[in-house]
């Protein structure tokens, strides 16, 4: 069987915003797997903001794409082709399968997911690494006591969503910053958040002081830029910044914007933390079946942005993210044949 | 008898650099002390980095002083009158007790220092702020391990010149950043650093490449600035950024710079983290037993920089501070008569 696979590979690096014409797209016969191997049709590709730090050459948690390359990407696909023992053909698998419509794969880095307990786009969402970046940062780095209150930046992405709601499942008041007042609505509404700024329309430092009158005893920080600093002008004693992105200055054309009043961290004797969420890789398991108890529940609610469309779509679908028009978890759903 | 007391007080709230008409000098007659106070002559004032943030508006871990205040400053003088059970009449005592010859106090916040042990000016120095500042800030914040790596910014500081000694004294590799050829060599053939990177000479990034080949485990910052940002692009995997000070940035006459590359704590799984020194309090006598021990033993060398003069001075020498010119612990003693 010679199939046809569709990439996008990486063509230059971006500054600034990236563009379509930073990946090239290219048709080529798809390989077959070797021994030890198997191949995946891919179906669902997870759109991150930190695709875009992997464009940049330079010192990271992980290694750049090079030019050239097949961009990086999560996914989700079933095997269809199979010389691996632990993957048969039929199999719905996760991996770091690129922006592809066909990947080989050994095996690292890849697990079955069961799409009776939930859809595959849940499994790149809530169940996914978003889900497991918002328990292990908020939990874990954040260390979020009940009655404390507890802001999220990008409140309405992926990661944001499910942090500011494993906030309120642990008892605290969680308050979420997001960009437009239907955005705002729907944290409030349909996830249970305290409250909701919305950054673009309102002032954010007025707000925090109405919402967080005690201060903020865990910031969740997906975002950076000018939303960091309001809220380290809001922090109370002791208080923990959990840096788990900076969406706002990743397509920064100059030097990205560092927090110009972080000194207020000594002020507050507060702490501000980095981490991977590939360092907790022995707990994923453990993290994800608590979550997917929640979502059984219905303490936790999941919210997927799944655009239809081919391996070609990728440059402008992932463009949504930094444009701020999806709500959710952003997946790109390949369709066609096999 | 009456006394007349010399006074600096706040006049203005600088921008940028300090100048000596920010305060206003003026000699009144000295108050007598009430029931439960005493009042003490002044004989040594302590010059620290932080007092350029006091003269600002607005919220910090003290509150400002005022306008028409008398300059803040910690100090040493001998007790000449006491209506204060505790302190008696030739008592040396450490206090807050202002940029003043004469101060009233009712014992908050002062103590009796043992002049036999060391000589006054050591108490404001290794014994005193300086000296707890470092030993907490580099052993409860930082927390570094014997054969770990410590960077020390501000290292010919008074601060800083005991947080290197301490992580040399603690089984530390220690690397000092200081501006000028001279410290540096007093932090390694004095002080006994490892290493000293002078920042107005040199390539901070290739010196720490070449001093710390395997990043760095600590970071005691008393500076903040590009010193800031140079060594968080050469941290270690979960590094250790406290958070002492950060002079290079308290007389910006526009925003302070924050770190641009702040996200590097993400890469390397660090934090950063702030302290205030008064929070360890009941801690102090602890801890300057410990830094006393080092002092007779000769692990660690303490070296003060006294200014002898007059009141009126006090501005000038402040200065001494933000021009790099002094090395060790700046100290005003009061010359004159009662």
Same mark, same amino acid.
């Given at each position: 069987m010679t199939l046809t696979n569709a990439q996008c590979r990486l063509a230059s690096r971006p500054t600034g915003l990236p563009e379509a014409s930073d990946w090239s797209y290219l048709e080529e016969p798809a390989p077959e797997p070797g021994d030890g191997e198997f191949r995946v049709q891919v179906e669902y590709i997870s759109l991150d903001p930190a695709m875009r730090s992997w464009m940049n050459a330079g010192r990271s948690y992980v290694p750049p794409v090079e030019i050239g390359e097949v961009m990086r990407a999560a996914g989700i696909g079933r095997v269809i082709d199979s010389r691996h023992s632990d993957f048969d053909v039929g199999d719905e698998v996760y991996g770091v399968? +690129? $922006?592809?419509r066909y990947a080989i794969s050994d095996g690292s880095g890849a697990r079955r997911v069961d799409t009776s307990l939930a859809p595959a786009q849940v499994h790149l969402g809530a169940l996914g690494i978003s889900g497991l970046t918002a328990y292990f940062g908020l939990l874990? $780095? +954040?260390r979020p006591e009940p009655g404390q209150t507890v802001v999220v930046s990008g409140a309405a992405g992926s990661v944001g969503s499910i942090a500011g709601q494993i906030a309120r499942i642990k008892g605290c008041r969680a308050i979420g910053i997001a960009g437009g007042a239907q955005k705002c609505a729907w944290l409030v509404d349909e996830l249970g958040f305290d409250a909701a700024i919305d950054y673009k329309a309102e002032d954010v430092r007025a707000q925090l002081r109405e919402h967080a009158p005690d201060g903020v005893d865990v910031f969740f920080d997906n975002v950076g830029g000018e939303v960091l600093e309001h809220v380290l002008a809001r922090l109370a004693r002791g208080a923990r910044v959990v840096l788990s992105g900076a969406i706002s200055q990743y397509n920064a054309t100059g030097a990205p914007r560092g927090?110009?009043?972080?000194m207020q961290l000594l002020v507050a004797r507060a702490s501000m933390t980095g981490f991977v969420i590939f360092d907790y890789a022995d707990r994923y398991a453990e993290a994800a079946a608590q979550l997917a108890g929640w979502l059984r529940s219905g303490e936790l609610r999941s919210r997927e942005d799944v655009v239809r469309g081919d391996v070609e779509q990728f440059p402008e679908v992932l463009l949504r993210l930094f444009s701020g028009q999806n709500t959710g978890k952003l997946v790109l759903a390949l369709e066609g044949e096999r």
């Open positions: 399968f +690129g $922006v592809q874990e $780095v +954040g927090p110009a009043n972080y």
